[in-house]
């Protein structure tokens, strides 16, 4: 397992050597910092809040009258009858299952669409760092992540993060 292993990167190490041999410029993209700095990230996040503002205060509301049910039976328990706290336990098992189910189902929407907004940023991020690379005649483009050193002159990341907001 092991040679197999190395016969794959050596033909890997082969197969790359004449590719970047041949690259006369190479640039970087640090993507993690490209994706914070984008002011279109604040934008979304507020269009996210306004989407789902509505059910984040249910889902919030829900969590508060759980907290009041379980203080006045902390606070009430020893006065209650027995019909009354039996009332009281099936009332909070039902805001609880129906917080859960509620939480969840928001908890999901909110990272469909948030996914969904990124993806749509990752497609202007590209667009934006092929029209760098194109104009200013890059070989190769590689993630910041998948270099060990690069000149800081290489790294196009604050390009592409000005190309994105003047674009806005």
């Not at 092991?2 to 790359?16: D, G, P, Q, S, Y």
């Not at 996210?48 to 509301?61: M, P, S, T």
Request: proline content about 2%; glycine content about 6%.
């Amino acid at each position: 397992m092991k040679k197999m292993v190395n016969r794959a990167l050596v033909t890997l190490a082969l197969i790359a050597t004449p590719m970047l041999a041949h690259a006369e410029k190479i640039a970087v993209v640090d993507m993690g910092e490209v994706f914070e700095q984008l002011p279109q990230r604040e934008q979304i996040s507020k269009s996210l809040k306004a989407e789902f503002g509505d059910r984040v205060a249910e889902v919030q509301k829900m969590q508060e009258e759980m907290r009041s049910l379980v203080e006045k039976q902390q606070r009430d328990g020893a006065l209650m009858s027995d019909t009354q706290k039996t009332e009281l336990v099936r009332k909070m098992d039902s805001l609880k299952s129906e917080f859960q189910l509620k939480g969840k189902a928001l908890d999901e929407d909110m990272r469909r669409r948030q996914g969904e907004e990124q993806n749509k940023l990752l497609v202007q991020v590209q667009k934006a760092i092929n029209t760098i690379a194109g104009k200013e005649n890059y070989d190769l483009v590689l993630q910041r992540g998948a270099v060990i050193f690069v000149k800081p002159e290489a790294d196009i990341s604050g390009k592409v993060v000005e190309a994105l907001s003047k674009g806005k």
